[in-house]
């Protein structure tokens, strides 16, 4: 069964950096596109960036300059760096995964459990 498993949210004042990690296990053969996206409280969830298997990425405005994606094929493990956080990117943070083909059969999408990312001014 597959799993994607994310690690790294906290606790973090304005200004400052966390890293995201999202690691796919569950005898993976291959996933297209791997990325983050967020849900604030009250709002609908969204896009924050993705990344191709080939490595083209895609942010929101809101993060351009600030946040980075990156990702390791071998490891099966999206990274996602944020520097300048901002109180307005306190959200939970869900890791997502698209055209996953492993030894349970094909997934179009599938969602990690999220981990929190809070931003204090």
């Known amino acids: 069964q597959v799993q994607l498993v994310e690690s790294g949210g906290g606790l973090v004042q304005a200004g400052g950096s966390l890293r995201l990690f999202c690691a796919a296990s569950?005898?993976?053969?291959?996933?297209?596109?791997m990325g983050w996206y967020r849900q604030a409280p009250g709002k609908q969830r969204e896009l924050v960036a993705t990344?191709?298997?080939?490595?083209?990425?895609n942010y929101a405005d809101s993060v351009k300059g600030r946040f980075t994606i990156s990702r390791d094929n071998v490891k099966n493990t999206v990274y996602l760096q944020m520097n300048s956080l901002k109180p307005e990117d306190t959200a939970v943070y869900y890791c997502n995964a698209r055209d996953i083909w492993s030894a349970a059969g094909h997934l179009d999408d599938y969602w990690g459990q999220g981990t929190q990312v809070s931003v204090s001014s």
């Open positions: 569950g005898r993976i053969f291959s996933m297209n596109a």
């Open positions: 990344i191709s298997r080939g490595g083209s990425t």
